[in-house]
């Protein structure tokens, strides 16, 4: 049997314009994946309480509550994320890879993600 790796220009084009969204679907996802410079965390669907999409003239915020901790992602055109995250089908999300910036205006896009835990209670040894 014989292997051939592909070089970037053979790789369909369905795989480079995956590359470029900020967020994929499954509707059998069982956790969300959330991707940050460095660091992936995964957040189960059992623990998903809320979100809530926010629009003002500038940008969109949309607020994921799992459990004890709040992700917030901030972009352009985040309603069908938000649509796809109502059927628990949002499987990643992930910052706009920094080569592709800017983006067409149409298209959704994620601009920052950020991740707050509850801090840790902190115990005295006194």
């Not at 660091?39 to 629009?55: D, N, R, S, T, W």
């Not at 089908?89 to 994620?110: M, T, Y």
Request: net charge negative; with cysteine; proline share 7%.
């Amino acid at each position: 049997m014989e292997t051939k790796l592909r070089s970037e220009s053979d790789a369909p084009s369905v795989s480079r314009a995956k590359d470029l969204n900020c967020w994929s679907t499954d509707s059998s996802a069982q956790c969300l994946r959330v991707e940050k410079p460095g660091e992936i965390q995964l957040f189960p669907y059992g623990y998903f309480q809320h979100a809530k999409l926010v629009k003002n003239s500038c940008d969109e915020a949309l607020q994921i509550r799992f459990q004890d901790c709040l992700i917030t992602v901030t972009g352009k055109s985040l309603e069908p994320l938000c649509s796809a995250l109502e059927r628990l089908a949002v499987d990643r999300i992930r910052l706009l890879p920094a080569p592709h910036c800017p983006f067409p205006k149409s298209e959704g896009f994620i601009e920052a993600i950020e991740i707050h835990e509850p801090k840790q209670k902190e115990t005295n040894h006194e």
